[in-house]
Antibody, heavy 118, light 107 residues
Framework: EVELVESGGGLVQPGGSLRLSCAAS????????MNWVRQAPGKGLQWISY????????YYADSVKGRFTISRDNAKNSLYLQMNSLRDEDTAVYYC???????????WGQGTLVTVSS | DIQMTQSPSSLSASVGDRVIITCRAS??????LNWYQQKPGKAPKLLIY???SLHSGVPSRFSGSGSGTDFTLTISGLQPEDFATYHC?????????FGQGTKVEIK
């Protein structure tokens, strides 16, 4: 059974940092492209970052470029999101999601809530 | 960025109804369109990918159609477990963008 479990969310002050983790199981993680997607309270979904299976390619949404860094450890079946210089508008539930090669996000974690507030 | 616009934003329907949700892209995205279902407090689930392909395990009452800029999600025979919010997403070009969502409520 495919499972993605996020952790690391919490309350942080503006300007602070957090590192999110996503533990994967039930599929060959090292062969899978991965993403982070977020959802602000009561709002729609926003893709924020992508990383290729080999760790060689990554993309970011303009809203987080230069502040967030996506990475992965295929030996640990884990995906990460380092978030620096956090802003109020970064408050959201953050999901990790596995790419479906032909399009779309095939599997999602349960999400972890990040709250940026003073 | 490609803008995705869903309509309606919400709708009320009864069990057994046929429900149609539309999604329009601001430019042609070929068939790179995906649909998700999301229930309150839960992660989205992939229903349809590549405009019309049913994801594994998704009931056949869900179907998708369209290409270019205009797409539809149809639920044929709404079931109690289908009351949820539905999101479209384009995977044609980065950044992948989502529609604002359509909430399907019980009439």
């Amino acid at each position: 059974e495919v499972e993605l479990v996020e952790s690391g969310g919490g309350l942080v002050q503006p300007g602070g940092s957090l590192r999110l983790s996503c533990a994967a199981s039930g599929f060959t993680f090292s062969n899978s492209d991965m993403n982070w997607v977020r959802q602000a309270p009561g709002k729609g979904l926003q893709w924020i970052s992508y990383i290729s299976s080999s760790n060689s390619i990554n993309y970011y949404a303009d809203s987080v470029k230069g502040r967030f860094t996506i990475s992965r450890d295929n030996a640990k079946n884990s995906l990460y999101l380092q978030m620096n210089s956090l802003r109020d508008e970064d408050t959201a539930v953050y999901y990790c999601a596995k790419d479906l090669e032909v399009g779309g996000f095939e599997y999602w974690g349960q999400g972890t809530l990040v709250t940026v507030s003073s | 960025d490609i803008q995705m616009t869903q309509s309606p934003s919400s709708l009320s329907a009864s069990v057994g109804d046929r429900v149609i949700i539309t999604c329009r892209a601001s430019q042609s995205i070929s068939s790179y369109l995906n649909w998700y279902q999301q229930k309150p407090g839960k992660a989205p689930k992939l229903l349809i990918y590549a405009a019309s392909s049913l994801h594994s395990g998704v009931p056949s009452r869900f179907s998708g159609s369209g290409s270019g800029t205009d797409f539809t999600l149809t639920i044929s025979g709404l079931q109690p477990e289908d009351f949820a919010t539905y999101h479209c997403q384009q995977s044609y070009s980065a950044p992948q963008t989502f529609g604002q969502g359509t909430k399907v409520e019980i009439k």
